[in-house]
């Protein structure tokens, strides 16, 4: 039998209030629980209480039956747990949880949400602008969802994304948003000034651009970087990095970096980053486990750019999610490039060097094996 009192008050609160409403209307005090929930962003959904019914509402209507899977939330040891017995970890809550709070309708069932007795309030979003020549980040961090209303003045945008992010342009949704280039130019990019055709062949993008960021464990997050024409048209010879990590005492040896610039240096990169390969004694082996990583460099020159990954690690003894915050810099002749930054594994604090060593300093930047890009 479930220990009601040692259940989060997301859970019993929030699902009692959702039980109510549904069965028997709710009163005006439903109001400000609504209010709460559509409004609030900076509180990882295990904080809520009754307005935490919001979730309840979004299972429906994502096409799961809260009454179906309440008993095996409540038999669920912990939140995290509880959160996956509901089904809410699944593509159709995490692909329209953030993008509801927006309310607009009119782009779609995706960017609304409904409910019995839902007010008319919006949850809040955080305004970002791309100009040429500059990356900017978005993120929504584990258990929350992040709105942003992002304002394009480059001519071409491209994006890359770790988890649940969903665009909406004004014409076009894009349901799961991955590694993508965009035309933003009023009337079309047209071609290179050579003459030769831009390659991907850009589809085109509105000026005003929503993104939806939905988390679960693992945080959400991305970086979109803005181009001139002329610059995207540089050097398309894809490049990579890649470190392969000595052995040590209980460290294992392997390649721990694996990242690639399809567009050359600057532009969007992407790989992962290998947590783990430990070797502990005794049978306690960590494997080595794949975190994503993208970030771009815009324009030309030396910079440095801020991203977050996070990804889970096996252990003998259950899964431990590994996150970080990463500043990663490139030279100003684009030969070398530096990944330094911290982050948290269960409970400890760690650095990138702790499974990169000192070679995270000075990696170099060396073409990409063919097909790599394919």
């Not at 259940?7 to 009692?16: I, S």
């Not at 349901?175 to 589809?203: E, I, M, V, Y």
């Not at 470190?243 to 721990?256: D, I, T, Y």
């Amino acid at each position: 039998r479930a220990n009601w009192r040692n259940k989060g008050r997301w859970l019993t609160e929030g699902g009692a209030e959702w039980a109510a409403l549904v069965l028997v209307g709710g009163d005006p005090s439903d109001d400000g629980w609504w209010r709460a929930w559509l409004t609030t962003t900076d509180e990882p959904l295990f904080a809520y209480s009754y307005s935490a019914m919001g979730l309840f509402f979004h299972l429906d209507e994502s096409g799961i039956d809260p009454w179906e899977v309440f008993p095996a939330m409540m038999q669920a040891p912990d939140n995290a747990s509880a959160f996956s017995a509901s089904g809410a970890d699944a593509e159709a809550f995490m692909a329209t949880w953030a993008s509801g709070f927006f309310r607009e309708p009119d782009r779609g069932d995706a960017w609304d949400l409904t409910g019995v007795r839902i007010s008319n309030d919006k949850g809040p979003w955080v305004p970002l602008s791309v100009d040429d020549g500059q990356t900017v980040a978005f993120v929504a961090g584990a258990y929350k969802h992040s709105g942003y209303r992002l304002a394009v003045n480059a001519e071409v945008v491209t994006f890359s994304t770790i988890g649940y992010v969903r665009l909406h342009d004004g014409a076009t949704d894009v349901a799961r948003l991955s590694a993508s280039t965009f035309c933003a130019k009023q009337g079309g990019c047209g071609k290179c000034p050579d003459g030769t055709p831009l390659r991907n062949d850009p589809q085109p993008l509105g000026t005003t651009v929503l993104l939806g960021v939905s988390s679960g464990a693992l945080s959400s997050s991305g970086t979109v970087t803005g181009q001139s024409i002329a610059d995207y048209c540089k050097d398309q010879t894809a490049v990579w990095v890649r470190f392969e990590r000595p052995g040590s005492p209980g460290v294992l040896p392997g390649n721990v970096v694996e990242i690639y610039g399809c567009q050359g240096p600057f532009g969007g990169w992407q790989g992962v980053l290998r947590s783990g390969g430990l070797d502990a004694g005794d049978g306690f082996v960590v494997p080595f486990a794949e975190i994503p990583l993208t970030f771009a460099f815009s324009g030309e020159g030396a910079q440095t750019t801020h991203t977050a990954t996070n990804g889970n690690v096996p252990t003998p003894i259950g899964n431990i999610t590994a996150a970080f915050e990463l500043d990663i810099a490139i030279d100003t002749d684009a030969t070398t490039m530096s990944i330094t930054g911290m982050g948290t594994a269960a409970t400890d604090i760690i650095s990138v060097s702790d499974f990169i060593g000192d070679g995270g300093s000075a990696l170099p930047i060396e073409p990409a094996p063919p097909g790599s890009c394919a």
